[in-house]
């Protein structure tokens, strides 16, 4: 590597080229709401002809770079000309320099900060061209620029492929509610009742005589986001998990939390052991039916949405009498728990991916920060030594990688994009 330092502004020119409304109805449109942190691409698209106001034309190997709240990291390579909102800067690279290189660098860890910390405006913070055209970091050759894009894009095409895995398996959780809370797990013929059709030998029973709900208590102040196994509980609202406190709320069982006000209103987890539920949120204070199993329970609810019951008095609101108007499909206890077992396993394989896209988006950004700082030198990267060697490492690879290993981190990549 290279020990010269650069500017952006040595990499790539802003091209401002507006386009007036109507004047290009046809062309592709990109907003911010087509972008998602972190990601290399973008994740949708409009068209020109839905847009009333200005926007700024861009071609094919353009990077949109998002300076409204920069904090979001949001930054695209554009893969055909069109049109995007002025909140989008258009970047163009200099003849020496690959424009995928040009979009990694913006989603690194320092340029993230550097682009932070010249931002203006309190209710839409901004950044500006003036000043991250001034961003320093290590000169590469057009070579080296090629390998390190090489590496960030295999990195961030298993994080798309991971997503996507996540999404096919939350569908498939969908769809095994629909199919298993209207007809079970004994191929029983149906029966129409006011929540739709459910297996005969099923019986609707009032939420009311399944439980009684009460309110939380105000959220505690003494909160911490690191858990102390010793000292500390979790804090959950309606939005789940919101810290820990080092006093607790409920006893060491296992409980139906709900939301009930504003925008997680309706959400329903099942929490166990010692837990502080505040008063945004209602939890079970009674079970009064032993025929009904808890988890089942809470999974019909979340799969009934209460939500879409709430009362708007200012603000959303689902109350314990609104709970009480509905009722719950219970089957024996023992397809009950069948049931949940099935759940268990789809939510297990979305834990599992959404762990391992955990761990490639870290991998993304530790290598951006690795590389960009000169603690790895692009010598290191050597790509047709991993695709040789990858089917060898797969059998003794672990995630425990150490961080200058960047052969490591590349053929432990290869493993997950595999298994996925």
């Given amino acids: ?14 091209i401002a080229e507006p386009v007036r409304p109507g004047t290009r109805p046809d062309a592709t449109y990109l907003g911010l709401e087509h972008l998602a942190p972190g990601r290399l691409v973008c994740i949708g698209s409009g068209l020109a002809s839905g847009v009333r106001s200005t926007t700024s034309a861009f071609r094919a190997g353009d990077v949109l770079y998002g300076k409204l709240r920069p904090y979001l990291d949001k930054a695209v390579l554009a893969d055909r000309s069109g049109v995007c909102t002025t ?44 000043h991250i055209r001034e961003f320093e ?17 295999l990195v961030h095409e298993a994080i798309v492929q991971s997503e996507k895995l996540i999404n096919n398996v939350q569908e498939l959780k969908r769809a095994a509610m629909q199919a298993l809370f209207s007809r079970g797990l004994r191929g029983e013929t149906q029966k129409e009742t006011e929540i739709g059709p459910i297996p005969q030998s099923w ?56 939301g009930r006000v504003g925008e997680y209103c309706g959400a329903v987890h099942i929490a166990s052991g010692k837990v502080w539920v505040t008063d945004n949120a209602l939890y079970v204070k009674e079970w009064f039916n032993s025929n009904a199993d808890i988890a089942f329970v809470g999974a019909f609810l979340k799969y009934y949405n209460l939500n879409r019951f709430k009362r708007i008095a200012g603000q959303p609101l689902i109350t314990q009498g609104l709970i009480n108007e509905h009722k719950i499909p219970i089957p024996h206890i023992e397809e009950q728990r069948n049931i949940i077992s099935i759940f268990n396993a ?14 490639l988006e870290n991998l993304f950004k530790a290598l951006l920060h690795k590389i960009m700082t000169g603690k790895i030198n692009v010598g290191q990267l050597d790509l047709p030594a991993v695709e040789k060697n990858r089917k060898e490492h797969y059998r003794r690879t672990t995630p425990n990688l150490r961080d200058t290993d960047t052969t490591q981190y590349m053929l432990y990549l290869k493993n997950i994009t595999e298994e996925t």
């Fill in 87 to 130: 909140e989008l800067l258009v970047l163009r690279s200099k003849t020496h320099v690959d424009p995928r290189f040009l979009v990694a660098i913006i989603h690194s860890p320092g340029f993230l900060e550097y682009a932070v910390s010249g931002t203006t405006g309190v209710q839409h913070p901004r950044t500006s061209w003036a």
């Fill in 346 to 359: 789809i939510d297990h394989k979305i834990d599992l991916h959404h762990r391992k896209r955990t761990l």
């Fill in 137 to 153: 970091f290590p000169a590469l050759k057009l070579e080296e620029q090629r390998r390190i894009s090489n590496i960030f894009w």
């Fill in 203 to 258: 019986t609707l029973v009032p939420c009311e005589q399944i439980f009684k709900l009460t309110s939380g208590k105000k959220r505690p102040k003494n909160l911490s986001n690191v858990r102390n196994e010793q000292k500390l509980f979790p804090v959950l609202g309606g939005n789940g998990v919101m810290g820990f406190s080092d006093k607790w709320y409920l006893d060491d069982i296992q409980s139906l939390i709900i």
């Fill in 1 to 14: 590597m290279n020990d010269a330092a650069i500017r952006l502004v040595d990499l790539c020119d802003l």
